[in-house]
Nanobody
Framework: QAQLMESGGGLVQPGGSLRLSCAASGFVLEYVTIGWFRQAPGKEREAVSC????????HYPDSVKGRFAISRDNRKNTVYLQMNSLKPEDTAVYYCATTSQYFCSGNSNVYHTWGQGTQVTVSS
């Protein structure tokens, strides 16, 4: 059974960094597209970043470009989201998900397997 599990969230001060992990089981992550999403209280789920097997990576909100980076370790079957220069508005539950598409999409409806989420809180 295909599963994803996020880890690495926590409480960090503004300007700090966190690295989120998305570990896959039941399938080989190298050959699929993985997206990172986040959802803040009272807000809709938002696409943050994505990496595909064929078309590289992409970051969606302008607010994270230059601060977030997505990468994949095929040996560990894990995708990472490195988040630097964190801001209070980055506070949210972060989810990773996979889609059958070979290219990235910011549309959460095309992702069929989701992790349980990891809380990121940026506060002083």
């Amino acid at each position: 059974q295909a599963q994803l599990m996020e880890s690495g969230g926590g409480l960090v001060q503004p300007g700090g960094s966190l690295r989120l992990s998305c570990a896959a089981s039941g399938f080989v992550l190298e050959y699929v597209t993985i997206g990172w999403f986040r959802q803040a209280p009272g807000k809709e789920r938002e696409a943050v970043s994505c990496i595909s097997s064929r078309h590289g990576s992409i970051h969606y909100p302008d607010s994270v470009k230059g601060r977030f980076a997505i990468s994949r370790d095929n040996r560990k079957n894990t995708v990472y989201l490195q988040m630097n220069s964190l801001k209070p508005e980055d506070t949210a539950v972060y989810y990773c998900a996979t889609t059958s598409q070979y290219f990235c999409s910011g549309n959460s409806n095309v992702y069929h397997t989701w992790g349980q989420g990891t809380q990121v809180t940026v506060s002083s």
